[in-house]
């Protein structure tokens, strides 16, 4: 009777260990996908360097969900909370387009 239960104890605990282990590789095969994306089609220069989630996400061929917590965990990845939220893995505020140019006048 012991043996059953402890059988079955090591079971679960085996079993959640293993669905942790994949989530994990997962999300790191993600954040590294992700990471990629970024590095090749943004660049940082002004509107430019950042991107929303909707737009990572069909880049990458991951779900929203998965991107943003890929993109949260990885230290590499900037997050901008503005309307719609954006990623970057060049600074966290996106710069003006003024700041190369200045402004002219008139």
């Known amino acids: 009777m012991i043996n059953k239960i402890l059988i079955a104890v090591f079971s679960a605990a085996g079993v959640g260990f293993l669905w942790w282990l994949v989530a994990k590789v ?4 993600d954040q590294r996908k992700i990471y990629n994306w970024l590095r090749t089609n943004t660049r940082d220069e002004p509107g430019e360097s950042h991107t929303n989630t909707e737009t990572l996400a069909k ?7 998965r991107v ?3 993109c ?9 909370e503005g309307t719609p939220e954006k990623w970057s893995i060049w600074r966290k505020e996106p710069q003006s387009i003024y700041e190369k140019r200045g402004i002219y006048f008139l």
């Not at 997962?26 to 095969?29: A, L």
């Not at 880049?59 to 969900?65: A, L, R, S």
């Not at 949260?72 to 901008?80: E, G, I, L, T």
Request: net charge positive; proline share 4%.
């Open 59 to 65: 880049g990458t061929c991951i779900p929203e969900n």
């Open 72 to 80: 949260m965990s990885d230290k590499r990845v900037f997050r901008f």
């Open 68 to 70: 943003k917590r890929a």
């Open 26 to 29: 997962r999300t790191v095969m």
